[in-house]
């Protein structure tokens, strides 16, 4: 893993909490998008080397609704940069990690993304990322 390449953070209101994060930062987020297959809105702040992504449920069905209902709002997961996914997920697997996904999928800021249970991982979720090319 090549570092960290953001952090996750679950929100109830995107529209309150990039408000909030602008005022914190001191800038504009850069994007913002919605990954349908994972029912979120997501809106990414860039600091320098380092992310924010803030998620927002596109549906009660959404494990962003879910967190929030048993946790509140607040960090949801550590996202590390990879270069190879595919090598990336199996060398976890063979570890004992347990994968939410057999394959990687598109997530959002054009990334394939993997999922770690987080059972395996002290009680975070961590998302392995490799940038599409
Ligand atoms: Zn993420």
Redesign the pocket.
Known sequence: MNKIE?I?IAVKSLKDASTVYERLLGLSSYKKEEVISEMVITEFFQIGESKI?LLEASSSDSSINKFIEKRGEGIH?I?FAVDDIVKEMARLKSEGFLLLSDSPKN??DNKLVCFVHPKSSNGVLI?LCQEIK
Request: proline share 0%; no cysteine; net charge negative.
């Open positions: 953001h996750g992504e997961h996202a997530g959002a998302e």
